[in-house]
């Protein structure tokens, strides 16, 4: 069966500090990969997506970047923190894009 | 955008009465998904109805659509206090070629 990990659950990072969060996927080969926001009660924004090994398209620009260094392999980073960048980081993959996406449990970025 | 949008944005019933969740979408889908969010949680996809689809049940679940509307909803039976969480709508697009975009979603709490 597939899984997919995110980590980590938690992470108190202060202002202009670098980011660094990890997403992996077993069980399937090939999967789109996704990152999405969350601010506190509200819906999801979708910042990255990748259909393939190196290819990443973007949603938003901002301060944030992602890669895809192997096939189930989809890191979420960023050079220097801001305040705005606090909320809840989801990653999700799915076999196509029109097929259910299958999600992390998140991880809750505060900055101070 | 063809952003799905959920209404209400929350809903408080009491243990044992049914639940009723709209989602209204601007452009033509292939299928309409429905996802559920337990507090602090990943999003964990719950039923899928094609555009060719009326109807769809699952359990206590029962999910309409009405294409020519642009329209769906999701009834929850009979629910439980572990219904409590927040439901989603996300809608792919005609084409295919894009990721599912997702509604700012309903709080559903259900009081024992």
């Known amino acids: 069966s597939q899984t997919i990990h995110q980590w980590p659950a938690t992470l108190v990072q202060p202002v202009g500090s670098p980011l660094s969060l990890e997403c992996t996927v077993e069980g399937t080969s090939n999967p789109n990969l996704y990152w999405y926001r969350q601010a506190a009660g509200r819906g999801l924004q979708l910042l990255f997506y990748?259909?393939?090994?190196?290819?990443i398209s973007s949603e938003v620009p901002q301060n944030l970047s992602a890669s895809r260094p192997q096939d189930r392999q989809f890191i979420l980073s960023s050079k220097k923190l801001l305040l705005s960048d606090s909320g809840f980081y989801l990653c999700?993959?799915?076999?196509?894009?029109?097929?259910?996406?299958?999600f992390g449990d998140g991880t809750r970025l505060s900055i101070l | 955008s063809q952003q799905g949008e959920e209404d209400p944005q929350a809903l408080s019933i009491q243990e044992g009465e049914n639940a009723t969740m709209n989602c209204s979408y601007k452009?033509?889908?292939?299928?309409l998904q429905w996802y559920r969010q337990n507090s602090g949680r990943g999003l964990v996809h719950l039923i899928l109805i094609r555009s060719n689809e009326r109807e769809k049940h699952s359990g206590r679940l029962r999910v309409t659509l009405d294409t020519s509307k642009k329209s769906s909803s999701l009834l929850i039976t009979a629910s439980r206090a572990a219904d409590t969480a927040s439901y989603f709508c996300a809608t792919d697009a005609n084409s295919g070629n894009t990721p599912l975009v997702f509604g700012k979603g309903t709080r559903l709490s259900v009081i024992a």
């Open positions: 999700a993959w799915s076999t196509e894009f029109n097929q259910p996406q299958h």
């Open positions: 990748s259909v393939g090994i190196g290819q």
């Open positions: 452009t033509s889908i292939n299928n």
